[in-house]
């Protein structure tokens, strides 16, 4: 189906396509007032969504955690979601890719703040570009990662598994590296001590041949994480999903975060110790990275590099 061009991207809302300076939510919803909503993000590679599917289901899982009936079916959400996509990318350079996102609230509070009650949910799907250029040093230099004092949401008060508009944990905690930092990402700790996850990026060391990344119910099981396990059993590298604390961190031969936009990106250091003397990329990331980049169909390492010239 063929639809008039834009000079401005459209988002879906409540269903219908709209341009994005159209979309309009009231300030009593609940995604504004308690963060009382989910989202999931994919990316493309080369204008195409990547694990659209997966990360749908995941949005379905996080909305059955959170009791909200979106009123559509994860096919539909599919269907939606690609043409947004399709209705924007005319926008957007060759090179370049988006962020595809869907976001779902409980709706608008009733008028009686019953927060029982259950109203129409306020159901988004929108793009961004990936923020290539902002992210490129990165590829090129390493993370620096910082552990902030804030410690990550415990599983017994709310699942980190759930994907939730509330991120105020981890803004305290990349906050509180930043300042430590200005180049830092965050990667907190969970209430034992172990590494956990940062705002958005899953954690994962090498030592001694082996793939060491924190267990998934400490942690928001990424789909990027997901495919490096996937990608790691095929090259035969030996994973294991345990606790790992800082003396694992600062031991480690090799470190890299994984996260829908910056798929697999090396790690330099934590909090200011090098990770195998600072070399990025190790070995083994490189041989994840370039597996993943032939899955992808799209080398995102260079996609980012290019950015630097």
């Excluded at 963060?35 to 994919?42: H, K, P, S």
Aim: with cysteine.
């Amino acid at each position: 189906m063929n639809h008039p061009r834009q000079n401005e991207r459209v988002a879906y809302h409540n269903g219908k396509i709209l341009p994005e300076s159209e979309v309009l939510i009231s300030f009593r919803d609940r995604g504004f007032l308690f963060g009382d909503a989910v989202f999931d993000t994919a990316r493309t590679f080369a204008h195409k969504p990547f694990r659209l599917k997966e990360h749908v289901d995941r949005l379905f899982h996080s909305l059955d955690y959170l009791r909200i009936d979106p009123g559509l079916t994860p096919a539909e959400t599919v269907s939606i979601s690609e043409e947004v996509l399709a209705r924007n990318l005319h926008l957007i350079d060759k090179e370049d890719d988006y962020w595809l996102t869907q976001r779902i609230s409980r709706g608008p509070l009733s008028l009686d703040r019953d927060t029982a009650a259950v109203g129409k949910p306020t159901v988004i799907v929108e793009c961004q570009p990936l923020p290539l250029k902002a992210r490129a040093k990165n590829f090129r230099d390493g993370i620096e990662v910082v552990v902030p004092p804030t410690r990550r949401t415990p599983p017994d008060s709310f699942s980190p598994r759930a994907k939730s508009h509330n991120y105020l944990n981890m803004i305290i905690g990349d906050h509180e590296a930043r300042a430590l930092n200005p180049n830092a990402w965050a990667v907190l700790l969970d209430h034992s001590g172990n590494l956990a996850e940062g705002m958005g990026s899953n954690i994962f060391l090498v030592r001694d041949g082996k793939l060491l990344t924190p267990s998934e119910r400490f942690v928001l099981p990424g789909i990027s994480r997901a495919t490096v396990i996937e990608l790691a059993k095929k090259l035969g590298i030996p994973v294991a999903e345990q606790e790992i604390d800082l003396y694992d961190a600062y031991t480690a031969q090799e470190a890299f975060l994984t996260s829908t936009s910056l798929c697999l990106c090396p790690v330099r250091s934590i909090n200011g110790a090098l990770i195998g003397e600072g070399k990025v990329p190790g070995p083994v990331t490189k041989r994840l990275s370039d597996a993943y980049v032939a899955l992808a169909g799209c080398d995102f390492v260079a996609q980012y590099l290019r950015h630097l010239s």
